[in-house]
């Protein structure tokens, strides 16, 4: 009992940590974007055609495209905090639910976040290529499927400890009772 308490404790340091870390990287991101909105990041990681790719890339003139640039390394930084703040929340959300069907799947859910950190990787990278190389077309489409794939996994991960939450707060109120 008192080992699964310290590796709770223990994964509860490592979630809130990560989500410190998360949000400095965030604020890291403003900073050194000059406010570069995320949205306009988040526009061009679903261009899915050269053309609108290319238009993007215009609209936002040398100034805009070196802020974009200096973005998408940052970004690099912020992958491995969301990534850590999801893989550590899963697991910890999953005990904390007090249920162990949820604990199990804190486990699994984990490596879909990781999974996602991967795909997000490749998607910089393939927007990195697309602005300082060429505009191609596979490229901007693989950007985008990753970008998908990403935002998906991340939504599921993100509903799996809104779930255990869920009946974490059950439990609380009914040990009240």
Not at 3 to 30: H, N, P
Not at 100 to 116: H, P, R
């Amino acid at each position: 009992m008192q080992i699964v308490r310290s590796s709770v404790q223990s994964l509860k340091r490592k979630f809130w940590m990560a989500v410190a870390l998360t949000a400095l990287s965030l604020l890291l991101m403003r900073f050194l974007t000059n406010g570069l909105a995320g949205s306009v990041i988040v526009e061009f990681e679903m261009a899915k055609t050269t053309e609108k790719a290319k238009a993007l890339m215009e609209s936002w003139g040398s100034d805009g495209l070196s802020r974009f640039i200096r973005g998408i390394y940052v970004d690099f930084i912020f992958i491995g905090c969301y990534v850590a703040a999801l893989f550590f929340g899963c697991r910890y959300m999953g005990h904390l639910s007090g249920h162990s069907i949820f604990k199990n799947a804190g486990y699994i859910f984990s490596y879909l976040a990781l999974i996602a950190g991967i795909c997000d990787i490749l998607e910089n990278i393939c927007m990195l290529f697309t602005i300082n190389k060429q505009v191609v077309a596979w490229v901007v489409h693989f950007a985008y499927d990753m970008a998908f794939v990403k935002f998906s996994l991340i939504f599921i991960v993100l509903l799996f400890m809104i779930i255990c939450l869920f009946f974490w707060g059950i439990d609380k109120l009914g040990k009240k009772r």
